[in-house]
């Protein structure tokens, strides 16, 4: 046997915008749920007494940061997940035969 044949059907690239959105809507709703449930337990105004005192912010703006860094996380879960699922016969070519 000489070797394992290479695949005989490559996957076309998604397009950006489509890449993207795989990426950013999974994560925008991760978000909002994790913002419900760290709402229901934490108020931001308490939290700020504990961590920065000296700063002034509001409870609203608490709730923002604390969005935005959810969605940062899962937008980071969801960007390593894509890379890994991307198909193998991208990167696991055929080294070409030694004469």
Not at 9 to 30: C, E, K, N, T
Not at 34 to 40: E, G, L, P
Request: aromatic share 16%; charged share 15%; hydrophobic share 50%.
């Amino acid at each position: 046997m000489t070797g394992t044949p290479g695949p005989a059907f490559d996957h076309p690239p998604r397009p950006m915008a489509q890449r993207v959105g795989a990426i950013l809507w999974p994560s925008f709703f991760s978000a909002c749920v994790a913002t419900m449930v760290f709402s229901a337990f934490v108020d931001p105004l308490q939290l700020r007494d504990i961590t920065f005192p000296d700063l002034d912010i509001s409870r609203s703006l608490g709730y923002s940061i604390a969005f935005f860094m959810f969605w940062v996380a899962t937008a980071a879960s969801s960007l390593f997940t894509w890379i890994l699922l991307r198909p193998s016969s991208r990167f696991n070519r055929a080294l070409p035969r030694e004469k």
